[in-house]
């Protein structure tokens, strides 16, 4: 089935873009733009915003298991718009947001991520929960994991 839905949506913390993660784990980025209609640039109701991609013509691609029923795609910004993360199924993967460029994936299943959400005050640190109910505790700068 080669037909993606939407399987999660979320604002970048700027209010300038959305972020759409599909079943097929591509994530797509679109971004409202400063005009005479939307002066501030920021997501608005009233102003469609544009489908974005870097030069570099890059995807945000996450690895999706060969039977992808039943995954739980989750998806997590920083809380300064650098980095986002996510995984449907497979290994977790960050991406950079200005160049769409992978960072590091890491965590192969089983067990697979069900929930990513970057620390409060530190974008190095990442919470994920697992689907056996477990959490770990992933830290950027030093590719570690914590159980």
């Given at each position: 089935d080669s037909v993606s839905k939407v399987a999660r949506l979320l604002y970048t913390n700027s209010g300038v873009s959305i972020l759409a993660?599909?079943?097929?784990?591509l994530q797509r980025l679109w971004k409202w733009s400063r005009s005479e209609q939307n002066p501030t640039g920021k997501a608005t109701a009233s102003v469609t915003p544009q489908h974005w991609q870097p030069n570099s013509g890059l995807l945000m691609t996450n690895d999706v298991p060969e039977n992808p029923e039943g995954t739980i795609p989750c998806i997590a910004l920083s809380k300064n718009d650098s980095y986002v993360m996510s995984a449907c199924g497979g290994k977790v993967s960050l991406f950079n947001m200005m160049t769409f460029k992978v960072m590091t994936t890491f965590m192969p299943p089983p067990p697979a991520s069900t929930f990513l959400a970057f620390h409060p005050q530190d974008n190095?640190?990442?919470a994920i929960g697992m689907e056996d109910s477990t959490i770990h505790i992933y830290n950027v700068r030093v590719d570690e994991v914590k159980t």
């Open positions: 993660l599909g079943t097929n784990g190095n640190i990442i």
